[in-house]
């Protein structure tokens, strides 16, 4: 199994386009292969850059929104955000917590834009929003019992005594 990745996948995409940018000032006097051994891109590269600064000026070689398009506006996006932030009982589900299939309803139900739960995870993600597994604790849990236990019991335990 190849474990080596390519090193331009270790640079961000403003990093990426300041390379690009960096290249133009050698356009017009050394030749593609010259350019991508100062860059560490190939020639190909270069010569796709070289193709859209020739088409498009320096603004061909900005970056610009990678990706699928969002299959949601951004009017509806904010909405999904703030129902989310209210949380799940509040938009009709019980118990308040959220799981991608009740997010992928409730954006069907609230936008009629319909997801996979496993394609709603990339949104969620680009909204900001990570995993969150809920603590588990018995509904029986005494606290006091507990604390009592930990102060006391357990010292006496590991005495001897």
Known sequence: MNTHHHPSRDLSQTELEKRRLSAVKYFNTQSNYWIGKKLNVSREAVGQWKRKWEADGVTGLTHGTYGRKSK??????????????????????????????????????????????????????????????????????????????????????????
């Open 72 to 161: 949601l506006t951004p009017t509806q996006e904010k909405i999904i955000q703030k129902d989310i932030l209210k949380g799940a009982e509040e938009s009709g589900y019980s118990g308040d917590f959220w799981t991608l299939s009740r997010i992928t309803d409730h954006i069907k139900k609230k936008t009629g834009v319909q997801y996979q739960d496993r394609s709603v995870w990339h949104t969620l993600e680009r909204f900001g929003f990570s995993c969150q597994v809920p603590e588990r604790r018995a509904r029986e849990r005494d606290e006091k019992a507990i604390q009592t236990w930990v102060t006391t019991t357990w010292p006496a335990i590991k005495k001897g005594v």
